[in-house]
Every structure is written in C-alpha cells, then in structure tokens.
C-alpha cells in the first residue's frame, strides 16, 4: 500500500469508528474492541505491512515541513498501538464479554459487571451494597488470569514491532504524543507526595463516615453523589448548546458542520465523522451535575473539531495527542466550577455543594500510571503493588480489582496532563479576559487554538500559548493543597 493510499484509507476508518460510535459501540465499556466489520474492513492500516508503508514514510519525510512528519509520526503511532491491540484482541473480546455477559447473580436476576456496578453505587443499603461489592470482586479476580495472559501477549506484539520492551514501545510514541514517560512519571510522583497528607486527611474523614475501611464501589457511590437532578435540568441542555457559546460569538445554529441533538440511549457523545466537516452532538437527556459535565465535555470536543483547520492533513485533523481533546473538555466541564456561570446560565446560586472530589479523581489517575509502568516492566500485579495502591487512595483492593484499574492507563495519561495544563489555561483566560466565558476575544483566542486540531501536542500547545512545562503549582492550588 502507498502512503496516500493509507491516508485515505484512514480518514475512512476513522469515519466508520465514529459512526460505530453514534450506533453504541462503547455504550457500556470505554475499552470495548473494535466491532469487528470494522476491524476485518480496515485491518490492512494495523497490520506489519501497514507499519512498514508508514516507517518508509517516516525515513522519507526526515527533513520535510512539521505537519508531514508529525503527522507521519501520529500515524504511525497509531498504527503500531492498534497493531498490538490486534494481536491481544480474543483476549480483549472474551474480557468485554465477561464483564458485559449477565453473569452475576442478585435478587432473582442475572446481571452482568457493568450493570452490577451502577447497581451498588446507587445501592443506598451498606450491607446490600457489600454484598453486591463482593460478587463484583469475585468476578474481577475470576478474570485476572486472562489480564495476565493479555499483559503477555502484549509484550510477544511489541517484539513483532521490533522494540525490546514494553517501555521502549511506549518511549516510541514520543513524538507523536509529547513528553517522555520519564517525565510523566516524575510529574506523577511528586504530584503524589505534594498531595499525600491532604489526601490522608480526607480518606480518613470519608472512613470515619462509613464506620470501616472504603472499598471501590464506596468511592463511586461518593462520586455519584454529586446530584443536582433539580439544579441541573435536563430540559435547560437543549438551551445550553447555544447558550454556552454564543457570547463567544459561535453561532450553533448557523454552523453547517456541526449537528447537535438529544439521543434516546443515555449516553453523550460527540462524534468526529468527518473533521471538520461533519460533527455530531448527541447528548443525553439526563438531570444531574454529572450529566451536565459529561454534556459540556462533548460539546468542547465537538466544537474543537468543528473549528479544526481542513487545511491540515487527515491525520492531525482527526488523530493526534488525546490529551489536546481532553484539555476543551475539561476547561468547559469546570465551568460547573464557576460560581458566576453557574448563576448566569443555570440559577443556582452555590454549587459547591455538588462539586465531586477531583483530588481523588487524579490521586487515581497518577497512581494508575505509576503502578502501570512498573507492570509493563515486568512486575506482576500482586500484594505488594495492590497494598501500596491502596495505601494511597485510602481503599481496599484485590489483586484482581488493581489488574482492571491498570486496564485504564492510556486514559489515566490523557485525563492528567489534560488537567495540568487547563488550570493554567483557565487562569490564563481569566487574567486576560476576566470572565473569559462572557468574551468574544476569548472565543477568539480559543477559536485559535482549535483551529490547529492535532498539529500539536498537548505540551506543544501549552508552550505555543505561553506555558512551557505547565507544572503542578496551578493544578495544587486549584485543589486547594498548595502549601
């Protein structure tokens, strides 16, 4: 295959996956493979011959412009990391089914992990909750000898790839996807330690609470309980896609781009078919502070498409860095945050009470990264990475319950560096533009930034605004433990 046949062959690819999107794939699970008319359609792009096209590719485009060996270099990338989950994918299809098949049994039903989930979280009985925690455990660790048996899989694909190790793998995505898994790292331990005692502080009050030692499905419960179902009204959504942006200047409804409609299925998402041609908003009509952040996440990720330059190459238009796309998520989720925005557009008067515990979200997050480097390096999940595990997030695991939390890491990254970055951003914009959500130059200045796409990285962008190494100084004091 030639290099323009490729591209064109992925711009159809990632159209089919966003349309598989909108249909439900990945309703229940976000790590759900592929479905497989579209893994058998476009196997071709993740096979050897197809990474072997893009690092011809590569070599030839050494000395060419920026955006054709970045793109080159995401496109590879992407390339290999489906390769690899090619090669795992029966083991990946049988996970799914395990934890989407009705194989639970409670109160005269069958219920399948993920449903049994949402069912404890909401459970309000701590005994009934328990109980129902302690089935979905029994589920998880009867599946950890299949995650061992991916883990290893995985390290006999990254071989065929040519790379000696897991990490030399990961490392391999560098240019693609910004800074050194070293450096991530060392973010992540001293974001850690910068946030230890403030985080032993409140899993000890949260403990004291529920009279005993919290397990996962504690912490979700709490999560859930962010609430607002009568401040946060499903029926003000519809309002709020224009609402949002018009002071920005962003008219919705005279973007012919960007398709914007509630979805019967209870699920939120904003679907890139084709950037930035075709982009779709299909949101959940659900009540909650929740619902109106998974809402605002989508609605930033569909209009950073829409406005995404069609100047650039297919690749960094609609691949690139995921953690670009999380930074307008989060920066518009926050809103939630606003105390201003909040009166403005919803009429609530304090907020705080829904607010969720973010410290904990990202305590998570970094430790999930941590620990997933030191498995890809050989250490087997077990006592030891499971006691340190929950020593710092203040929970009790099994063995089982940390191999699935390793599952996430890829997502882990994203979220984290996402967050480092947009508490600069957001005090930027309100330095400049005061309330930057009431300023037409803020849209103008974020209109901008979206019109690069994927052109860069998340850390690229941060020093294209201004930033440098964003550092943890702004995300400490936005969680309030800065010392």
Known sequence: MKFEEYRVEYAEFHAARESARLDGWRRDLPDEPLPERIFDRFSDLF??????????????????????????????????????????????VELARARTRPFISWNDE????????????????????????????????????LRAERREKVAEAVGKLGYDTVHSFLKAAQPAFGPTPEHLLSTCERFLDATDEEARRRAASFALRLSGNPTATDLARL??????????????????????LRPFGIRTWQQPNFDARATADGTTVAARIRVPGDIRLRYAERSGRRAFAGFLDALA????????????????????????????????????????????????????????DRLRRLRRDALVLVT???VAGGMTP?????????????????????????????????RLRAALVEARLRDWLKTRYGAWWQSRRAGDALIDLWNTGFRHSLDELAAQIG?????????????????
């Open 382 to 414: 077990g006592e030891t990475l499971t006691a340190e595990f929950g020593e710092r997030m203040g929970i009790r695991l099994t063995d089982g319950e940390l191999a699935a939390e390793l599952d996430d890491a890829p997502g882990a990254a994203a």
């Open 47 to 92: 096979s050897i011959s197809g990474v072997e096209t893009l690092r011809r590719e590569r070599n030839r485009v050494a000395t060419a412009a920026e955006n054709e060996r970045r793109g080159v270099a995401v496109l590879l990338a992407e390339a290999e990391r489906r390769f690899v989950a090619a090669w795992v994918r029966p083991l990946s």
């Open 110 to 145: 069958k219920l399948s992990a993920v449903t049994a989930a949402a069912r404890a979280t909401a459970e309000s009985d701590p005994i009934r909750r328990a109980d129902l925690h302690r089935r979905l455990v029994a589920l998880t660790d009867s599946i950890a000898d």
């Open 223 to 244: 999560d859930a309980r962010a609430g607002g179902e009568n401040e946060f009204p499903a029926r003000r959504l519809k309002s709020l896609v224009s609402d949002a």
């Open 301 to 356: 990720r569909a209009q950073h498409a829409a406005w995404t330059s069609p100047d650039l190459p297919v690749e960094l238009r609609s691949g690139g860095d995921p953690a670009v796309a999380n930074l307008w998520g989060l920066l518009f989720e926050r809103l939630l945050d606003e105390p201003r925005w909040l009166g403005e557009c919803l009429d609530i008067v304090d907020g705080k009470r829904f607010t969720a």
């Open 467 to 483: 930033f440098g190494d964003p550092g943890l100084d702004a995300l400490l004091e936005d969680l309030n433990v800065l010392r």
């Open 372 to 374: 997933a480097w030191r």
